[in-house]
């Protein structure tokens, strides 16, 4: 179990060591060709700075990274990575911003984006596609946005569809879709999703068409008050939990997310879903998890328009 006393989240030089024993294990490579015929540079002025003794260009471990021309120390990077990967809900940047010492807002707004960033996987589809020869996959839609009635003064903001793929005791994979419709879903089903899986969703008329292109399609009917068949086999159970996380989260501790960013917002709680403890993964692992994927990432900077994510 992390201890948030530890060295690392506190002392810069700590942070730096831990930050580049993650990214580089054996030894320093330069991030701007690739070379590892590098060498530490000394003094004071150049502490964390590396120099390639190819191209001759100068690096730190922040170079091609979420991080770089990030001014936040590196320590209160760690923190905060630590804090985001741990709270099943989430953590608004309000709070970080508290937590962390951070001085605007703003700041602490971006650097949840880029940790957001960090978390995004796209390993599923380098892989072949989530599930499986004879794998469950549940595929099911929800909407994401406010009540009328909690708005006293104002309409509320148009609710917003997502999609998620969801392996039964394993990853999730989720999207904004500006459409629920067949046209729409379909590419995202079958680039995300190995076609020898077994499909499960609800009786939606736009899933029986992609159904058919895989191992097999089985569908609960939801307005006929059934949601489970063949024992405990046929359902989107799984689905319907996942939504529940992300719905209190967005609800409870972000509020309101902006369209712009919701994909963002997607990509955290994928990834905690993904990695939680019941596959094995504590929050240590998680945050050591996201630390490897802050690499050949970047995110830059868009003031947040009125309404944007909180």
């Given at each position: 179990m992390t201890s948030l006393s530890e060295k690392r989240f506190h002392d810069e030089d700590a942070a730096r060591e831990h930050i580049e024993a993650s990214r580089w294990p054996n030894s320093a490579v330069c991030p701007l060709c690739n070379s590892d015929n590098v060498h530490r540079m000394g003094g004071k002025t150049q502490a964390g700075m590396f120099l390639c003794n190819e191209c001759r260009g100068k690096f730190t471990c922040r170079t091609g990274t979420v991080m770089e021309r990030s001014h936040v120390p590196l320590h209160k990077w760690l923190l905060a990575i630590h804090l985001m990967a741990s709270s099943k809900k989430g953590i608004s940047a309000h709070q970080l911003m508290r937590n962390l010492g951070l001085g605007s807002y703003r700041t602490a707004w971006f650097l949840a984006h880029r940790i957001r960033e960090a978390m995004r996987d796209d390993s599923h589809t380098a892989s072949g596609g989530m599930g499986g020869d004879g794998h469950v996959i549940e595929a099911d839609e929800s909407y994401i946005g406010g009540?009328?009635?909690?708005?006293?003064?104002?309409?509320?903001?148009?609710?917003?569809?997502?999609?998620?793929?969801?392996?039964?005791?394993?990853?999730?994979?989720?999207?904004?879709?500006?459409?629920?419709?067949?046209?729409?879903?379909?590419?995202?089903?079958?680039?995300?999703?190995?076609?020898?899986?077994?499909?499960?969703?609800?009786?939606?008329?736009?899933?029986?068409?992609?159904?058919?292109?895989?191992?097999?399609?089985?569908?609960?009917?939801?307005?006929?008050?059934?949601?489970?068949?063949?024992?405990?086999?046929?359902?989107?159970?799984?689905?319907?939990?996942?939504?529940?996380?992300?719905?209190?989260?967005?609800?409870?501790?972000?509020?309101?997310?902006s369209e712009a960013h919701l994909h963002r917002y997607l990509n955290e709680f994928d990834f905690r879903y993904s990695n939680r403890v019941a596959l094995g993964v504590d929050d240590a692992k998680r945050a050591a998890l996201v630390l490897k994927g802050i690499e050949g990432k970047r995110l830059t900077y868009q003031q947040p328009a009125s309404g944007a994510a909180h």
């Open positions: 009540k009328a009635k909690n708005r006293a003064f104002r309409e509320p903001a148009k609710k917003k569809a997502v999609l998620t793929l969801i392996e039964r005791d394993g990853r999730a994979k989720s999207f904004h879709v500006a459409n629920v419709s067949a046209k729409e879903v379909r590419p995202l089903i079958v680039t995300n999703a190995d076609r020898a899986s077994v499909m499960m969703t609800d009786e939606s008329p736009i899933y029986p068409k992609v159904g058919r292109e895989f191992k097999s399609h089985h569908a609960v009917n939801h307005s006929a008050n059934e949601y489970v068949r063949l024992g405990s086999y046929i359902h989107t159970n799984t689905a319907e939990n996942f939504f529940s996380i992300l719905k209190r989260g967005i609800t409870g501790v972000y509020h309101t997310v």
